[in-house]
C-alpha cells in the first residue's frame, strides 16, 4: 500500500523510499534523538491542539487499526462533522489524515503541523504551500475522491501558528510553479508506485537531510564506493541525473576536458550553467588530488581591524525563539587575547528571547569599529525575524542596515560558496575547519543535536546540559575564527 509517509519521504529522498521497502533492517542506524524529538513534539502539539478544539469531534485516535477504517466508513456515512485520526484506502492508496471535516462537498482532509503551514517564515520565501505537506494531503483527497466522499480537491493545514492553511490543491503552489500541487502529487505518485512494484531503480546521493536519515551510515558507504557526483557540493541528485552515462562519477568528471563541458560558452548539461559547471569540474579535479588544498577562484580581501567578532546564534525551531547570541572577541589577531561573550534566554520565553536580543544589538553597535565575522544568511535571517517580533529593540532596516556594513563579512556567502573550490565534500562549516584540523569538544556537534540539548534544558534544568550547549556554540565561533585565519594564510600565496 501506498502511504502519506512514502510520498513525505519521497519529497526529500526516493532511494529512502526503496531502503524503507527492500532495505536490510540491519542495515539501519539508531534513530537520531533529535528525531525522536520531532516525533515527540508532533505528538505533543497534535495532542495539545485536539484538546483546545473547543467543538464536538469523533476521536478514533486508540481504535485498533484493523477496525477504524471500517469505523471512519461508517462515521462518513452518518455524515460525523469532525472525524480525528480516522483511517481510509482505495485499491492501492492508504491514508490516515489527522482530521476529515464534513463540508457542503463532501469531507476535506487536514493534518495537524508542528510547523509552519507556508514557507512564509524567511525573507527569501514567497509564502507558498509546502510541498510535503501537499504530497500528502493529495494523498488523502484522492482516496476521498475516487470513494466518493468527496467532489473537490481541497484540503487544511492546522499549523503551529494555529491557523488554518487552505491547500487548494487543483491550483499552483506558487507564482513561479509550473504544475499544480495535484500535478506534483500525480507525478511523485507514479514514481512512488514504481519504485514499490520495482520498475523504478533508485540510488542514493548525499543532502544535506542524509545526517537524520536512518539509512545514513548504508548510503554514504554506497555514495563513497560508487564515487556519486552527489560529493561534489551542491550538486544534488537532481543535477546529478542530468549528467551523461560518462560523467556520473566524481573521477570521471575531474578527467574530462572543460572544453568538451562548455562548448561556445555554453554547458552540454541540461540545466546546469556554464559557470555552475565550471565550478563542479574544479572541486571534482581537486577531489581527486593527493594533498590537494582549497584555492580562491578571485581575489578577496578580508577587512582588517585591531577588533574581530565571530558570531553565532542558536534558534529552537519548534518554540521559535533565538535563546542564544554567541561571539568570540579577539583583539590585534591574537589569539591569547579570545574571549567568548554570550547573551542568552536561559528559560523560554519572549521576555528572555527579546532581552537577549537587545543585549546582543547593544554588544555589537558597542563595537562598531570592529569586523563581524559569520557563517551562512541565518544570523542576518534571524535578527530580522527578531526585529519585526520586538520593534522596539531594533527595526528590520536598521537589521538590514547593520549587516549591510563592509565590516560585515558572510563567509559562506561572500566567500567559501562563490569565490573558492575546496575539495571537500561539504561547505559547511564544521566541514572546512575540520579539514583545517579544528575539533569540536564535544562527541556529537550538530545544529540539530543542539536544539534537542536546549530541549532537554528547558526540561531538566540540568546545569551540564546548559554548559554544553554554551561550549558547542563557542566551539562554533571559534570554527570561524580557525576558517578565518586560514582564508588570509591561502590568499596570501
Given at each position: ?27 539501519r ?13 508532533g ?8 484538546e483546545?478544539l ?47 471535516r464534513?463540508?457542503?462537498?463532501g469531507y476535506?482532509?487536514?493534518?495537524i ?15 507558498k ?13 484522492d482516496?476521498?475522491?475516487q ?9 487544511f493545514?492546522?499549523?503551529i ?8 490543491l ?32 533508485t540510488?542514493?546521493g ?18 563513497l ?45 541540461p540545466g ?8 563542479y ?13 582549497p584555492y ?5 580581501d578580508?577587512?582588517?581591524?585591531p ?12 518554540r521559535d ?6 561571539f568570540?572577541q579577539?583583539?590585534?589577531g ?52 527578531l526585529?519585526n517580533?520586538y ?5 528590520e ?24 573550490i575546496?575539495?571537500?565534500h ?31 534544558w528547558?526540561e531538566t534544568?540540568?546545569?551540564q ?7 558547542y ?21
Amino acid at each position: 500500500m501506498i502511504t502519506a509517509s512514502m510520498l513525505y519521504s519521497y519529497d526529500t529522498c526516493p532511494h529512502r523510499v526503496t531502503l524503507d521497502l527492500f532495505g536490510d533492517p540491519a542495515e539501519r542506524d539508531e534513530v537520531s534523538p533529535f528525531v525522536e524529538l520531532l516525533w515527540e513534539r508532533g505528538h505533543v502539539f497534535e495532542r495539545e491542539t485536539i484538546e483546545a478544539l473547543g467543538e464536538p469531534y469523533l476521536n478514533l485516535r486508540d481504535v485498533p487499526r484493523e477496525e477504524r477504517e471500517k469505523l471512519t466508513a461508517q462515521a462518513m456515512a452518518h455524515g460525523e462533522p469532525l472525524i480525528y485520526r480516522g483511517r481510509i484506502s482505495h485499491r492501492d492508496l492508504l491514508g490516515e489524515p489527522d482530521l476529515l471535516r464534513r463540508t457542503a462537498d463532501g469531507y476535506v482532509p487536514g493534518d495537524i503541523k508542528s510547523g509552519a503551514g507556508l514557507e512564509g517564515d524567511r525573507e527569501d520565501a514567497d509564502g507558498k504551500p509546502k510541498k510535503h505537506y501537499a504530497l500528502q494531503l493529495a494523498l488523502y483527497s484522492d482516496i476521498l475522491q475516487q470513494s466518493g466522499w468527496a467532489a473537490t480537491k481541497n484540503a487544511f493545514v492546522w499549523d503551529i501558528h494555529g491557523r488554518e492553511v487552505a491547500y487548494a490543491l487543483d491550483a499552483a503552489r506558487g507564482p513561479r510553479t509550473g504544475s499544480t500541487m495535484w500535478e506534483e502529487y500525480q507525478d511523485a505518485l507514479a514514481d512512488v508506485s514504481s519504485i514499490v512494484d520495482r520498475s523504478l531503480q533508485t540510488k542514493p546521493g548525499l543532502i544535506s537531510a542524509c545526517k537524520l536519515c536512518h539509512w545514513h551510515t548504508h548510503c554514504r558507504r554506497e555514495i563513497l564506493r560508487a564515487d556519486d557526483l552527489t560529493l561534489i557540493p551542491q550538486l544534488g541528485p537532481s543535477k546529478r541525473d542530468k549528467f551523461p552515462h560518462g560523467l556520473q562519477t566524481v573521477q570521471g568528471l575531474a578527467n574530462a576536458a572543460l572544453d568538451s563541458l562548455i562548448v561556445g560558452g555554453k554547458s552540454v548539461v541540461p540545466g546546469v550553467g556554464a559557470k555552475t559547471l565550471q565550478a563542479y569540474h574544479a572541486r571534482a579535479v581537486l577531489q581527486k588530488q593527493a594533498n590537494a588544498a582549497p584555492y580562491f577562484t578571485e581575489r578577496v580581501d578580508l577587512p582588517t581591524a585591531p577588533e574581530e567578532l565571530f558570531f553565532d546564534v542558536e534558534t529552537d525551531p519548534f518554540r521559535d525563539l533565538c535563546y542564544l547570541h554567541g561571539f568570540v572577541q579577539r583583539e590585534g589577531g591574537r589569539d591569547e587575547t579570545e574571549a567568548y561573550i554570550a547573551f542568552t534566554a536561559d528559560e523560554a520565553v519572549p521576555e528572555l528571547e527579546q532581552a537577549a536580543f537587545a543585549d546582543a544589538w547593544k554588544y555589537v553597535n558597542a563595537h562598531a569599529d570592529a569586523v563581524v565575522y559569520y557563517y551562512s544568511p541565518y544570523e542576518r535571517t534571524t535578527w530580522k525575524k527578531l526585529a519585526n517580533r520586538y520593534p522596539e529593540v531594533a527595526s528590520e532596516d536598521d537589521v538590514a542596515t547593520l549587516f549591510d556594513q563592509p565590516r560585515f563579512i558572510d563567509l559562506y556567502h561572500d566567500v567559501v560558496r562563490s569565490k573558492m573550490i575546496w575539495p571537500t565534500h561539504s561547505l559547511s562549516i564544521k566541514t572546512l575547519a575540520t579539514f583545517l584540523g579544528f575539533h569540536w569538544r564535544d562527541t556529537d556537534p550538530s545544529g540539530a543535536a543542539s536544539v534537542q540539548w536546549f530541549h532537554e534544558w528547558v526540561e531538566t534544568g540540568d546545569p551540564q546540559v546548559w554548559a554544553r550547549i554554551l561550549e558547542y556554540n563557542e566551539d562554533d565561533c571559534r570554527a570561524m575564527r580557525v576558517l578565518t585565519d586560514a582564508l588570509r594564510e591561502i590568499g596570501s600565496h
